[in-house]
């Protein structure tokens, strides 16, 4: 009853791949439920299980199943399910459970549905991807913009400099000017 409450599928392998034991999760997702003439090698096949966004049926070698058999716990995200063709992200992890003298007696494995996770996952990707490229084109044009503010600054300095050396040149002849000299001496100067 315990395993029947959980949200999670779990079930229950023998070495061999049948299985003894699944909750009604588990048979919702997987859309089979408990097949106990199954082998770990047509565990895969059985089951619909591929690798992740491929068509490759996941490989018994890295299956949670046969780490779990090797006395290893897994955690997998890699893995889905395609009950009647849909295709159901999963989150699968496997434990041993040892008999008395080491050996293992049967391994349980829980898993669940990470579809809409995986999936926010991408958009959150996808939308740090945009936002990156958004960055570099605002840095990029920013830098244009910055090197045509530091260009117009540099003309506008030389402009500054050609108009101080005209008004300059233009006093010099106004100083020497002959008209200036008599203007000085009419006001007595």
Do not use: H
């Not at 229950?12 to 791949?17: Q, V």
């Not at 096949?45 to 058999?69: H, M």
């Not at 101080?164 to 100067?189: H, M, Q, T, W």
């Amino acid at each position: 009853k315990l395993l029947e409450m959980l949200p999670l599928g779990v079930t229950a392998l023998t070495p061999t791949g049948s299985t003894i034991f699944m909750n009604s999760v588990g048979e919702e997702i997987t859309g089979k439920g408990a097949m106990p003439n199954t082998t770990a090698e047509d565990l895969s096949e059985t089951y619909q299980l591929y690798v992740a966004g491929t068509d490759r049926l996941y490989p018994l070698d890295d299956s949670p199943l046969a780490r779990a058999l090797s006395g290893e716990e897994t955690l997998v995200e890699d893995m889905e399910i395609r009950p009647g063709g849909k295709i159901i992200r999963l989150q699968v992890r496997s434990v041993p459970v040892f008999d008395a003298a080491g050996n293992v007696l049967y391994v349980m494995i829980v898993f669940q549905d990470i579809t809409d996770r995986k999936q926010a996952d991408q958009i959150l990707a996808d939308y740090n991807r945009t936002l990156e490229i958004e960055v570099v084109d605002r840095t990029i044009e920013l830098g244009s913009i910055n090197a045509r503010l530091e260009l117009e600054i540099e003309e506008r300095k030389q402009a500054e400099k050609i108009i101080r050396k005209e008004r300059d040149f233009s006093l010099k002849i106004i100083e020497n000017s002959p008209i200036f000299f008599v203007a000085i001496d009419c006001e007595g100067r």
